[in-house]
């Protein structure tokens, strides 16, 4: 571990980390060795679900001490970012009540549901200043509608996390994405901002957090369209493991390709002590 030059480490966490209640081999050894180094460490979710604390509490039960401090998801970079850019905005959530309360926590207004109309009808969402498109396992057509009047009237959109699904035991179950292109697809337009990884909204929260440049960085991940795309786009280096969503065949052709293919992130214990930093 001499000589090690990258700083900062950034790691996902589903199929990076951890899978399901089970840490993966090598993650509990890798991160006592980067701390025990004075690495800083920090751990990134596009999951809206849970507060951070709940993630936190979660590392440090699988033997990965961390606190709320160390992990961004990306509801709570949506709603670090509105406080300090639009706090006055009255949102519209497609999500579940936890992102609901990580929004207020930010000090954001947060709209409750328009009662008082029948869902089958064209529902009038009054004062809706932008719309949030999050993971939603409480999804209905009545959220659909309101969201999709609140947009064609010209209300910003916004969404947590791009993922098309999120992945479980025995296979996924619809994410975010899925509400995402249903909504873009109505209204034709584009999402105005986007929160968690690959967005550069999430890495640059996550380097002003660690008071490190990208070159000091290495970005860790199992997914190559989000955590690799995210990493690179910020000029960090970074590492892909083929323990989660990732086969060895797709990573081999993707481009630019990550500077290293693992198996796992035990194999970091060894080569994070290699990578020298970018020129
Ligand atoms: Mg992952």
């Not at 970074?238 to 990732?246: F, I, N, P």
Request: net charge negative.
């Amino acid at each position: 571990m001499m000589h090690m030059t990258i700083d900062g480490f950034i790691f996902d966490l589903d199929g990076t980390l951890y899978l399901g209640e089970q840490a993966l081999p090598g993650a509990v050894e890798l991160l006592r060795t980067l701390r025990t180094a004075g690495k800083q460490v920090l751990f990134v979710s596009n999951k809206p679900l849970a507060p951070r604390q709940d993630y936190a509490a979660k590392l440090t039960r699988l033997g990965m001490p961390a606190e709320p401090e160390d992990v961004l998801t990306s509801g709570y970079v949506l709603g670090y970012h509105l406080a300090r850019t639009a706090p006055l905005l009255r949102l519209y959530v497609v999500g579940e009540e936890n992102l609901k309360a990580e929004l207020r926590g930010h000090g954001l207004t947060v709209l409750e549901e328009f009662a008082g109309q029948d869902e089958k009808q064209v529902i009038q969402p009054q004062g809706v200043d932008a719309v949030v498109v999050a993971f939603d396992r409480t999804l209905d057509y009545r959220k659909l509608n309101t969201a999709y009047q609140a947009l064609i009237k010209g209300a910003a959109f916004f969404a947590t996390n791009p993922d098309k699904t999120c992945p479980m035991p025995g296979g996924g179950i619809p994410d975010a994405g899925a509400t995402l292109a249903a909504l873009e697809h109505l209204t034709g337009r584009r999402v105005d901002l986007l929160a968690g990884k690959p967005s550069r909204l999430m890495v640059e929260v996550a380097m002003q957090r660690m008071g490190l440049p990208p070159e000091r960085c290495l970005m860790t991940g199992d997914r190559l369209e989000t955590d690799i795309h995210m990493g690179q786009q910020a000029g960090m280096r970074t590492a892909l493991v083929l323990s989660g969503a990732t086969t060895k065949e797709q990573a081999a052709v993707f481009k630019p390709p990550p500077d290293w293919v693992c198996t796992g992130v035990g194999e970091l214990i060894e080569k994070a002590g290699l990578i020298p930093p970018l020129p």
